[in-house]
């Protein structure tokens, strides 16, 4: 026996991910249901071998269903994912929106797995931002070693976090370069972002961080421990699918790092490719398609006690977005619901 499980906002790139995603991992589903805006009713969508037709999001009854993935944006999850939950569907959030809410688990399955079980306060649970969960999956075993104090993180986010009008907006203004007079002017981004990096990834706050940064800081500390301390700086780069981050870590006591390269392989959800050579590290490029979360660059940090350097690299519409929030379904499945 499987469950019901609905699709909100089939139609966009992490909706369609989520799909492809069930399908490859087997997940135990009796009936789908792909939901969409009303401008997208009608639309195909791929689930294994079978082809779906979008479903009205607006019209849709969710009792009887067991698990909603929403992939839309916090103001229509603030509409529809109380609906869903008040009807006794599970919702597994990828937004923003309930991330920071303390009645709400936010969850990584690799991290903390057993936060699933606070599910029944509101019969939501959140996804976290993509460059925090990447990360966290890296830090969980350390810390678990070693006790983690600081993290420094700098990361290097794709442009398909923010959407297909971005990813056109770097292929296009990419094409425009080679063609004088074609050049195209940003409209998703506040600079150009072919052949450029921004500093600049979601709005401003008043200490000058802008808001991913805060979500790294705060959704570390509600994963992972609140007692870390994290400094983040991201930034958008030209590159379509895939963050890499490289983060420097500074433990309570000394893990040297050929332990450090140890564990990691140990780890769930972690390939490590850490070779000194030319070449012998995961890039974007190479991470695109794949459920791990890869490090490279592994190496001690002399300038302060305890420390450790990596690089850290994943496919963010897949473990930053869609296979999350599966593996959250997997694991609400393994856990409470217990059908398949």
């Given at each position: 026996?499987?469950?019901?499980?609905?699709?909100?906002?089939?139609?966009?790139?992490?909706?369609?991910?989520?799909?492809?995603?069930?399908?490859?991992?087997?997940?135990?589903?009796?009936?789908?249901?792909?939901?969409?805006?009303?401008?997208?009713?009608?639309?195909?969508?791929?689930?294994?071998?079978?082809?779906?037709?979008?479903?009205?999001?607006?019209?849709?009854?969710?009792?009887?269903?067991?698990?909603?993935?929403?992939?839309?944006?916090?103001?229509?999850?603030?509409?529809?994912?109380?609906?869903?939950?008040?009807?006794?569907?599970?919702?597994?959030?990828?937004?923003?929106?309930?991330?920071?809410?303390?009645?709400?688990?936010?969850?990584?399955?690799?991290?903390?797995?057993?936060?699933?079980?606070?599910?029944?306060?509101?019969?939501?649970?959140?996804?976290?931002?993509?460059?925090?969960?990447?990360?966290?999956?890296?830090?969980?075993?350390?810390?678990?070693?070693?006790?983690?104090?600081?993290?420094?993180?700098?990361?290097?986010?794709?442009?398909?976090g923010t959407g297909k009008d971005a990813i056109d907006e770097l292929w296009d203004q990419t094409k425009g370069?080679?063609?004088?007079?074609?050049?195209?002017?940003?409209?998703?981004?506040?600079?150009?972002?072919?052949?450029?990096?921004?500093?600049?990834?979601?709005?401003?706050?008043?200490?000058?961080?802008?808001?991913?940064?805060?979500?790294?800081?705060?959704?570390?500390?509600?994963?992972?421990?609140?007692?870390?301390?994290?400094?983040?700086?991201?930034?958008?780069?030209?590159?379509?699918?895939?963050?890499?981050?490289?983060?420097?870590?500074?433990?309570?006591?000394?893990?040297?790092?050929?332990?450090?390269?140890?564990?990691?392989?140990?780890?769930?959800?972690?390939?490590?490719?850490?070779?000194?050579?030319?070449?012998?590290?995961?890039?974007p490029v190479e991470c695109v398609g794949d459920y791990a979360t890869f490090i490279s660059r592994i190496r001690?940090?002399?300038?302060?006690?305890?420390?450790?350097?990596?690089?850290?690299?994943?496919?963010?519409?897949?473990?930053?977005?869609?296979?999350?929030?599966?593996?959250?379904?997997?694991?609400?499945?393994?856990?409470?619901?217990?059908?398949?």
């Open positions: 026996m499987g469950y019901k499980v609905a699709v909100v906002g089939a139609t966009g790139n992490v909706g369609r991910e989520m799909l492809n995603i069930l399908a490859e991992r087997q997940f135990p589903v009796d009936e789908i249901a792909a939901l969409a805006s009303r401008r997208s009713l009608g639309t195909e969508c791929s689930f294994g071998d079978t082809t779906l037709k979008t479903q009205d999001l607006d019209t849709f009854d969710f009792t009887g269903w067991d698990i909603a993935l929403f992939a839309i944006g916090s103001d229509a999850t603030k509409q529809y994912a109380p609906k869903a939950a008040k009807a006794g569907c599970i919702v597994i959030d990828n937004s923003s929106l309930y991330r920071y809410d303390p009645d709400i688990p936010l969850v990584v399955p690799e991290v903390n797995p057993e936060a699933v079980d606070g599910y029944a306060k509101k019969n939501i649970i959140a996804n976290p931002n993509c460059s925090t969960a990447q990360m966290v999956v890296a830090l969980k075993p350390l810390h678990d070693r070693a006790r983690i104090k600081r993290v420094v993180v700098s990361t290097y986010q794709s442009v398909s370069m080679y063609v004088p007079g074609q050049e195209v002017a940003p409209k998703v981004y506040p600079k150009q972002i072919a052949f450029n990096v921004i500093p600049h990834i979601d709005v401003f706050m008043e200490d000058g961080s802008t808001k991913e940064e805060w979500k790294m800081v705060a959704e570390t500390k509600k994963i992972v421990d609140p007692s870390i301390k994290v400094t983040a700086t991201c930034v958008r780069v030209p590159v379509f699918v895939g963050h890499s981050e490289a983060i420097n870590i500074e433990f309570e006591e000394f893990i040297d790092e050929d332990e450090v390269r140890d564990i990691l392989r140990e780890a769930p959800g972690i390939l490590v490719v850490d070779k000194r050579e030319a070449g012998g590290y995961v890039t001690q940090d002399s300038t302060i006690e305890n420390g450790i350097n990596l690089w850290c690299v994943s496919d963010n519409l897949r473990k930053g977005a869609a296979l999350n929030a599966v593996q959250i379904a997997e694991t609400l499945g393994n856990r409470v619901l217990k059908k398949g």
